[in-house]
DNA sequence: GTAAAATGCTATAGTCAATAGCTATTGGAG
DNA sequence: CTCCAATAGCTATTGACTATAGCATTTTAC
């Protein structure tokens, strides 16, 4: 195999090639996702929105690994484009709720991630595309059992 | 499986795993270097410079997809570490060359990432583990043969 | 009622990558 | 040789993302 003649002394490492694969594949998200004037996080946000619409701030960083303070100014810009809303639980705490627009947006970029997804796994050669993602996970997530 | 009922909406696709994974590895990575105080990109410029020793500021960031204008201070801040030096080519272009200095923490780089290396590919099972390597080359370089 | 924790936020700084633009050198065409 | 395009290295700036510290309010526990 070519690649590994390559004089990128990097390519053996998984760590790094698994960096430049990563970096590779955001980018060409990003740039389908830029028509519906979403960026990843972004779009992650709606689609945990869509699946339960009375989300805190705190439960989709939490789960988006996003802290509260970089939560704050990118509800700020989904809540001014009209993708959602706020409405009070408590005295402190805001349940994040998709609005008409927002619900419509979410739809949009559902369909974007699927295709993405489809394709993403198209270009792996059959006999390794079924071990790929059971990889990730036991990379990202070392405690699931699997 | 656990992961697949999370709340989590975008466990599902690749996409989003490779990143929150490559992000994850990255972290952990990055710490490993810090003792030898590399960055990632750096540490990946000693790995070049130790099979090759003549690049050229231009050849190294057209392997490592860095543009011209962010390897400047890259090299600027290794030289100041007493990493590299360079040396005059001709007139507009220098070779970068590893110091003494360098070469040494080239080293220690080397181990450190071979460690990393092994510990990461022992963190997937078995059955998927030699999957891993092939599926990110197809998804970073599709024109590569398989 | 008071102390501690939780929630949302601001402000700030650091990293990383992308773009535009500058200077100087090289190399080829006339 | 002169002119001009391409190359090489660099500065400065911007934008996105992340990390930290700190503040105000509210809830919860004792």
Redesign the pocket.
């Known amino acids: 195999m070519d690649g590994y003649e390559n004089p990128d002394a990097m390519e053996h490492f998984p760590g790094y090639v698994l960096r430049r694969t990563a ?1 590779a594949m955001m ?1 060409e998200l ?1 740039q389908r996702l830029a028509p519906l004037d979403l ?3 972004e779009c992650a946000i709606l689609m945990m929105l869509g699946q339960r619409g009375d989300l ?4 989709i ?1 939490k789960v988006l ?12 810009r989904m809540e001014l484009a009209g993708l959602i809303a ?1 409405k009070p ?6 349940a994040i709720v998709l609005t008409k627009v927002g619900t419509a947006r979410r739809a949009l970029a559902h369909a974007t991630l699927n295709a993405f997804e489809a394709e993403l796994m198209s270009r792996i050669p059959a006999r390794h595309r079924h071990h790929f993602m059971p990889a990730l996970y036991a990379l990202w997530k070392p405690a699931e059992p699997d």
């Open positions: 970096h980018a990003a960026r990843i996080s805190t701030s705190a439960e960083g690994d996003i802290q509260r303070a970089n939560m704050a100014p990118m509800l700020k706020r639980i408590d005295g402190r705490s805001m």
